[in-house]
């Protein structure tokens, strides 16, 4: 009996599709379906954070109430200034205000749940005029107001944890890396929102919105100063150009008085601030 | 976290551009030997022919174990998620098992062996179960070499 191997031709129990391109196939899939799943979950666990009672959220936001600071003469002016605003918009009255002042030379201010609002001495110093701060203090109340944080908190966590379904990482800390004690996450959307509900506030406050737009002037010279590193307020604001120009075209459809006389701060506000 | 990032898109070009290269390589080296020994026909018959008084016959092996680089085993990974034909291990267990032929037909050319019969292939896959572990395969080709008997060694 004769026996042979015939030559067998090549790449007979190979694939022919090249590696790279079933690589590219299969990442795109993976970041099309992380991404969609992203999305659902960011926008599932917000309408049900949104859901939350604001008892709850007080109650989750307790750990800022112990940190209370010693009542300063820049505090009780900041409080005061945010207790007026809140009277003018008419706030809800579980939705207590309180205002944390941090002395350092960082240029931000955010809100967080349970009403807190943190103002950096780095941001006051540059602000002009009361009116200014007065929108600054509007514009995070509109935040707490509109329930942005504990929204964002929701979206953040259902993010987290769907990922971590997903992805198998061991991350467990999902309050913690949501920026439950740092600063929120907050659409652009969230945002023109509340620079609306802060100018009706400030509006109704003062009578007028002159010295409203130097906030965002101010604003727009810190993040041209430093553009490669831009202060955190913008990370996800909406650049302040589009802001003001929104702002405006509401201020000439409500007929709010432009011109007027500014209020400015008290006298002792630098030295307050200096001393701090 | 952006160090683990790059580490890992590291990995994976090295991975890609030495795997590939290595990969032609042993491809063209199987090539090349499989046309040296194609005159020794290995069958996987087990029944002797006629005349098999003649012969002596005697066990060879042919082992080898090949690992897989770390951008086909990432795609693997994906196939894992997505199902499909998990096309970046085909040519891993192709080269292994033509590997493991030819280092048993060298072996049974060594023994002046005319035929090698009855082959079989055993493969074990290394690692198993290590989950992100090195993924090696393990592929194992045996026969039984016939040796002419006035050319036993």
Redesign the interface.
């Known amino acids: 009996?004769k026996?042979?191997?015939p030559?067998i031709p090549?790449g007979i129990?190979?694939?022919k599709?090249h590696?790279?391109k079933?690589?590219l196939i299969?990442?795109a899939?993976?970041l099309a379906i992380l991404i969609i799943s992203a999305w659902l979950l960011g926008a599932g666990g917000g309408y049900l954070a949104s859901k939350i009672p604001y008892s709850q959220e007080k109650r989750l936001a307790q750990a800022y109430s112990e940190e209370a600071a010693p009542r300063t003469e820049i505090l009780d002016y900041l409080q005061t200034l945010a207790d007026k605003v809140s009277a003018a918009m008419q706030l809800a009255p579980e939705m207590k205000i309180t205002v944390h002042y941090v002395a350092e030379d960082v240029e931000n201010a955010f809100a967080t749940i349970g009403g807190n609002i943190f103002l950096y001495k780095g941001l006051l110093e540059k602000l002009p005029n009361e009116n200014a701060l007065a929108m600054l203090i509007g514009h995070e109340i509109g935040h707490v107001r509109h329930r942005d944080p504990i929204v964002s908190i929701g979206q953040n966590a259902a993010i987290s944890t769907g990922m971590m379904l997903l992805l198998g990482s061991t991350d467990t800390g999902i309050l913690g890396s949501t920026g439950l004690l740092t600063q929120m996450q907050f659409s652009r959307d969230m945002e023109s929102r509340s620079d609306e509900t802060g100018l009706i506030a400030v509006e109704q406050l003062y009578g007028h919105v002159s010295g409203v737009l130097d906030l965002y002037r101010v604003l727009d010279s810190i993040s041209e100063a430093s553009p490669l590193d831009p202060p955190q307020f913008f990370s996800t604001h909406p650049i302040s150009e589009t802001r003001i120009n929104e702002l405006s075209e509401l201020i000439v459809e409500m007929g709010w008085k432009e011109k007027a006389a500014v209020t400015p701060f008290p006298k002792q506000f630098s030295t307050w601030l200096s001393d701090s | 976290m952006s160090f683990q990032i790059l580490l890992f898109l590291l990995l994976l070009v090295l991975g890609?551009f030495i795997g590939?290269y290595l990969e032609k390589k042993h491809y063209r080296s199987i090539?090349k030997r499989?046309?040296e020994l194609?005159k020794l026909?290995?069958?996987a018959s087990k029944i002797l022919?006629?005349g098999a008084a003649s012969f002596e016959q005697r066990l060879v092996l042919g082992n080898v174990t090949i690992s897989v680089d770390y951008?086909?085993r990432?795609?693997a990974t994906?196939?894992n998620?997505?199902g499909g034909?998990v096309?970046?291990y085909?040519?891993l267990?192709?080269r292994a098992r033509r590997e493991a032929l030819l280092r048993m037909k060298s072996e049974a050319k060594k023994l002046n062996a005319g035929?090698v019969m009855n082959v079989k292939y055993e493969t074990a896959s290394i690692y198993k179960g290590s989950g992100s572990g090195v993924g090696s395969v393990e592929v194992l080709a045996y026969g039984t070499a016939m040796i002419p008997k006035q050319a036993a060694v």
């Open positions: 009996m026996y042979e191997n030559l090549e129990n190979t694939s599709t590696a790279l079933t690589f299969l990442v899939g993976l | 890609y590939s090539i499989e046309a194609n026909p290995a069958v022919p006629a951008f086909k990432f795609i994906l196939h998620f997505f034909s096309t970046s085909e040519t267990l192709d035929l």
